[in-house]
């Protein structure tokens, strides 16, 4: 059983991002650029079913400029077997993406498709259920548990209030939330053996996808700075104030 797992290149999650002078987004340049925490679980996941002995190989693709191929490698040291680029320097959105991972899937025809639940720069939450749209499979989004069976997969699920366990016929597509699994790290000797490993490079002309952008980012602003707390001098100054100056009790 083939798995694929798409990992995107975002900003690492500990730079402060700041907002570009002209607000048409963030600033990019020179800032460190890492795989999408959730991702980063994905790719556990799938090796953690091919440790098990369900899936038999695991394709990391990913969609982006060149440095997306950093990206790769680390699923690669990870433990992903071969790796897809679809290169573009455009702007590419969850539905191109999605576009493009259907293309992918014709291709190969993997049995699953684990991606992240959302990527941590644009905060989409889109590309795994347009892929389960566009591919007519059924999807298990926010997976905190999964395991595979007879061509089955039960899947535990973080919804509001607690948790779901559904079952999905394979072909099927998984979002992974943050608790289903901790990724593990690249070790040294994997990072050199990864760097064998196969990396195909395509284009998304090359896969007859048109990644024309359907949305336009009118301007990014930064969220308002925080006032400054007061300290109160009793309890009864701080009743006061939450009667009379929040309005909450
Ligand atoms: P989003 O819908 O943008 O929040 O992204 C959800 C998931 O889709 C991510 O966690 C990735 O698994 C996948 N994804 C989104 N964009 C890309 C990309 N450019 N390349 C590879 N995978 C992507």
Redesign the pocket.
Known sequence: MKII?????VVDYNVKVRVKADQSGVELANIKMSM?P??EI?VEEAIKLKEAGVATEIIA????VTQ?QETLRTALAMGADRAIL?ETSAE?Q?LA?AKL?KAICEKESPQLVI?????ID???????QMLAALMNWPQATFASKVSVDAGIAEVMREIDGGMETIEIKLPAII?ADLRLNTPRYATLPNIMKAKKKPMDVTTPEALGVDITPRLKTLKVVEPPKRKGGVIVADVAALVDKLKNEAKVI
Do not use: E, Y
């Open positions: 797992v798409p990992v995107k290149r999408n959730f991702d994905s693709v990913s969609i982006g997306c679809v590419v969850p993406v991972l991606l992240g639940k959302q990527a644009d905060d989409s939450n889109q590309t795994g979002t």
